[in-house]
């Protein structure tokens, strides 16, 4: 499992609990901080995002991957310092589509920052597909 985690998100200093939790950690660093202060947006939705493929890679088949079809995330709270945490799970998974939701929080006092749903296409792995 440890071996699909994407190398981009390596990129944010993030490490890997269990492929049971499926929970991901990441420091907030200066140079994350946007205009104002806190930590950008974006990386609490990268960060969730490889939370939830991870999890859906469980629930997944030896000859199946997933592509991202639409990911929404509501900002609940802003952090300036310290390490959040990256959940997720599969809230259910059909022949075609799966859907998945996630959240960020603090991982220093458990406050929830923000909330993720996403859908993904389950699609047949390249190597299944004849290239």
């Not at 806190?38 to 990386?43: D, E, R, Y």
Request: net charge neutral; glycine share 8%.
């Amino acid at each position: 499992m440890i071996s699909r985690i994407d190398k981009a998100i390596t990129y944010l200093s993030t490490s890997y609990i269990s492929a049971v939790f499926q929970v991901l950690f990441m420091p907030v660093r200066p140079d994350m901080l946007n205009g104002v202060g806190w930590l950008q947006g974006g990386l609490y939705s990268a960060l969730c995002d490889e939370a939830m493929a991870l999890a859906l890679f469980t629930v997944l088949e030896e000859e199946e991957d997933i592509a991202t079809i639409s990911e929404s995330t509501s900002f609940l709270q802003g952090i300036e310092k310290g390490c959040i945490s990256a959940q997720a799970k599969v809230v259910k998974k059909g022949r075609r589509v799966a859907f998945v939701e996630g959240g960020v929080t603090s991982r220093d006092d458990g406050t929830p920052l923000s909330l993720t749903q996403a859908s993904f296409a389950i699609i047949p792995r390249r190597s299944s597909r004849g290239r």
